[in-house]
């Protein structure tokens, strides 16, 4: 899996509705290169840039390189679909409860695909000397050298925040849904080769087995960075979801002691409480 990151990506946003519209005109003013958008409700007149029917109309007039999908879950699906058709190299799915059953269908698209989607339910990517790209409150975040990778959304903002004295190199939230494109190993490999990172933050939680696999493959390299995690959910009962689906403990390799217990073996450092995150990373 390789993906080209380079700085003014061209971005193409949907879901314009009043949330949507709202997030692509802050990234636009936060220094986002987006060449238009696709919407079913948004006029062009209240828009600052040039609205599309389709990502087939958009590629007539411009290269994407990214593609920033706001919208509902039904419609969302079939954005990535039309996505993934016409080969856009990234796709950022920020979309929460995209069905199950349809993302089962998009795993399988992806396994022919060249194209890398993050999410959905995922905040996007931050890299030095790139726009951001998705939704990333740039007053809390200052550069530096600890790269953040994240399941959940919420919880990644409140580590940039944290960490806000001491510096974010990139950041990527995967998704806190049960199913999503680039995993936490994916978006590990990503901050492996990223010479802007020196130290890697892992923000993890319950439910399924991304952990496990990061533990697993990090085991497995010689000249690697170092690995600190954090995983919510200690006191979180069987059976009841934590905020998202993505959140549940269905058997007892989810839970977040178990979790634990696989990174420290793995030799990742654990963070016990979120307020703990900068004096660690600071040390």
Known sequence: ?????????????????????HQAK?????????????SVSVQQEECPFPL??????????????????????????????????????????????????EMMQIKD???????????????????????????????????????????????FY??????????????????????????????????QADENTKSILLIGEIGGYQEQELAKYYTSLVDKKPLFAYIAGQNAPKGEYMGHMGAIISKEQESASYKKDILKKAGVKIIPYLSDIKKTMKA
């Open 1 to 21: 899996m390789t993906l080209a990151l380079f700085p003014d990506m061209n971005i193409l946003c949907t879901g314009l509705n009043t949330q949507g519209l």
């Open 26 to 38: 802050r990234l636009k003013e936060e220094g986002g290169h987006i060449i238009g958008g696709l």
């Open 52 to 101: 599309f029917s389709s990502f087939a109309e958009a590629k007539k007039n411009h290269k994407i390189d990214v593609v920033l999908i706001y919208s509902a879950p039904k419609r969302a699906f079939q954005e990535i679909k039309a996505a993934l058709k016409e080969q856009i190299p990234l796709i950022i799915c920020t979309t929460e409860k995209v069905p199950v059953q």
């Open 109 to 155: 698209f992806l396994k022919s695909s060249k194209s890398i989607l993050i999410g959905p339910a995922s905040s996007g990517l931050f890299k030095q000397g790139l726009s951001p790209l998705g939704l990333f409150p740039l007053e809390v975040f200052r550069l530096g050298k600890i790269g953040i990778l994240s399941r959940s959304t919420s919880l």
């Open 158 to 191: 409140e580590a940039a925040n944290e960490l806000k004295d001491v510096g974010i190199s990139m950041a990527i939230t995967t998704g806190a849904a049960p199913l999503t494109g680039l995993s936490l190993t994916d978006a590990f490999k990503m901050m």
